[in-house]
């Protein structure tokens, strides 16, 4: 049973940058697309807002239109880790964080398979 944990949420400025961070136990992430998805406060019953996905060779990444230019994916898959780097946050970036994988290179949540825990991310204005 693989096991996602995020890591490295928390409350900074607006402006400031954070890295975000999945890692996987109990298989390996290599063969698998990942991706982050983000639910807003007091969102809990919409649909997780897509962020960021990567396929499973690093090589293709897209973004939200929202991040663009601000978040970048990327991973390492001999550490079977995934990471959000996210720059020039805003007030609005304010969200639970949720890595996700599967073997769909996708935007929709439901297609994922593999879910962590989620790592609160707070902005402040």
């Known amino acids: 049973q693989v096991q996602l944990v995020e890591s490295g949420g928390g409350l900074v400025q607006a402006g400031a940058s954070l890295r975000v961070s999945c890692v996987a136990s109990?298989?390996?992430?290599?063969?698998?697309?990942m991706a982050w998805f983000r639910q807003a406060p007091g969102a809990p019953g919409k649909e997780r807002e897509f962020v960021a996905r990567i396929s499973a060779s690093g090589v293709i990444t897209s973004y939200a239109d929202s991040v663009k230019g601000r978040f970048t994916i990327s991973r390492d898959n001999a550490e079977d880790t995934v990471y959000l780097q996210m720059n020039n946050l805003k007030p609005e970036d304010t969200a639970v964080y949720y890595c996700?994988?599967?073997?769909?290179?996708?935007?929709?949540?439901?297609?994922?398979?593999?879910w962590g825990q989620g790592t609160q991310v707070t902005v402040s204005s």
């Open positions: 996700a994988g599967g073997s769909v290179y996708a935007i929709t949540p439901q297609l994922y398979t593999m």
């Open positions: 109990g298989r390996t992430l290599r063969r698998y697309n």
